[in-house]
């Protein structure tokens, strides 16, 4: 009698909360899921809590785990479960702790929002690029002068603005000349973020280095060199070319194409050297020299009879095709200095170089890249700079675009055409092996964008550099529409 009017007392209590009870077993996934469901509405009814049935005294622990699941069962919505068998005896028979609620969208693990791009127009002065070097590797200067004072507090954003501009060139080689003229106490990096700062840069740009020009060091520069020797590898250490003058450095880069603040240029002065505005056009150059000669006024000795271009051009296409269309890095990778001036001079001499027998393929590359670059006249012409950056900054290819650009080709001197038309055909074809090669439109417009074409009047920009890359991808893409 006492048992049942225990039964009917607890069903009585179950009925005032009107909370139906068909199955007394809840699997550890259900009690889970209805505990998470308990937790999220805490904060919309917490008179959710009184609804839980107390588990009555027990004689067992088998008993025990009936009456807590009982208890648990109270706290869910009215929902019918098919059959299960009881569940084991122990620690699984417990009733599963309650997880916590979900965290805010406020919380640091919530998405960031999408962030605009960084505009770095306060530390833009720092870096500048000055096209290529005379090894043709890609050319960017860094200048003391214009560093941010260091109660600016703009340092490391210009460290994401050097790593910014430079990312798209360190898969090539590439150089770096560093004007130290200009630092002060008030701009001079701290050691330690000079420390950061190379540490931050990726093995790629450190690989891809092959000289640091110091030009104007101080013993400033020397010590923090010496300090940072745990830090800086020993191949690294080998890069770094301490620059006296700038009629030093114009041995290694054109200095016409590579802008130099003015007061560089006094202290230069200051330190009793000749002008250093770059000369090459200025001196007399030898009757019989290919290497800086106008295209149009080469002597006919060092040109080919049916085509009328230099067999320079001729034999180091020729090689490549044969040899080198599916080499990794073609155009990209540099060849030994030593070698390439040792070529060139052969070369200018009337020389017919055998490229079969250097076995390097990067050099008749790198020679194709090294004779555009020294014309005095680029090979698509001063004339047509204005027009090249005005079809560069046409966004469609529409009809306009590519009648613009043929006009562009077509009003090029004789020589020149001939010589743009059968170099354009062979880049495009290097751009069909890119699966192999990795030199894509893209990737073959940056090495040799800068070789095409520059300004007469002003220094190489990182702006105008990209305009020139942008119309040299296009005329690798429309090669056929344009020359034919």
């Known amino acids: 009698h006492n048992h049942n009017h225990n039964t009917t007392k607890m069903d009585e209590e179950l009925d005032m909360n009107n909370v139906e009870f068909e199955d007394d077993d809840l699997t550890l996934e259900e009690e889970e899921g209805n505990a998470d469901d308990d937790a999220n509405n805490d904060d919309d009814d917490d008179s959710v809590l009184d609804l839980t049935v107390q588990p009555q005294k027990v004689e067992n622990a088998e008993e025990e785990a009936v009456v807590t699941a009982v208890g648990e069962k109270a706290l869910l919505r009215p929902q019918r479960a098919a059959p299960r068998p009881p569940r084991p005896h122990g620690i699984l028979a417990q009733k599963t702790p309650t997880r916590p609620p979900p965290p805010k ?34 050319l960017f200067a860094i200048y003391a002068c214009n560093l941010p004072l260091r109660s ?4 490391d954003k210009m460290l994401m603005y050097l790593r910014d501009q430079m990312e798209a060139v360190v898969k090539n080689d590439y150089s770096i ?18 420390r950061r700062a190379y540490s931050s840069f990726s093995r790629d740009y450190k690989k891809s280095l092959k000289s640091l020009y110091i030009v104007h060091a101080t013993m400033f520069v020397r010590t923090v060199i010496t300090m940072m020797k745990p830090l800086i590898s020993r191949k690294f250490g080998k890069k770094i070319v301490f620059i006296r003058t700038l009629k030093e450095l114009e041995e290694h880069i054109h200095l016409d194409q590579l802008y130099i603040p ?5 202290h230069d002065k200051s330190l009793h050297v000749s002008s250093m505005r770059h000369n090459s056009t200025a001196q007399k150059i030898p009757a019989m020299q290919l290497f800086g000669v106008d295209l149009e006024k080469v002597d006919d000795s060092f040109m080919d009879e049916d085509t009328g271009m230099p067999m320079l051009m001729l034999d180091a296409m020729a090689h490549i095709r044969q040899h080198g269309l599916t080499v990794e890095g073609i155009f990209r990778r540099a060849a ?50 204005d027009n090249v950056i005005r079809v560069a900054s046409m966004l469609e290819d529409t009809e306009e675009k590519l009648l613009l650009a043929k006009e562009i080709i077509t009003s090029l001197p004789p020589k020149h055409f001939t010589l743009c038309q059968a170099l354009f055909f062979f880049f495009s074809e290097v751009v069909e ?27 190489a920009s990182l702006g105008a550099m990209a305009q020139i890359n942008t119309f040299t991808q296009y005329l690798m893409k429309n090669t056929k529409l344009i020359f034919t």
């Open 105 to 138: 969208s406020s919380s640091s693990i919530s998405p960031k929002p999408i962030m605009e791009k960084e505009d770095f127009s306060d530390v833009q002065g720092v870096l500048n690029t000055g096209g290529m070097d005379k090894s043709q590797r890609h």
């Open 152 to 155: 600016s507090n703009l340092h």
């Open 177 to 194: 000349v560093y004007f130290h003229n200009g630092l002060n106490s008030k701009n001079k990096p701290t050691f330690g973020w000079l």
């Open 262 to 266: 003015n007061s560089i240029k006094e």
């Open 336 to 385: 030994n200095a030593v070698t390439l001036k040792e070529l060139k001079n052969r070369i200018n001499q009337g020389e017919r170089l055998d490229f079969s027998s250097f076995g390097d393929i990067h050099i008749p590359a790198v020679m194709i890249k090294m004779f555009l670059r020294e014309l005095p006249e680029p090979l698509l012409t001063f004339a047509s700079y």
């Open 433 to 459: 092996h890119e699966d192999e090669n990795k030199m894509s439109a893209s990737n073959m417009s940056i090495v040799i964008g800068p070789n095409m074409l520059w300004s007469q009047d002003f220094a």
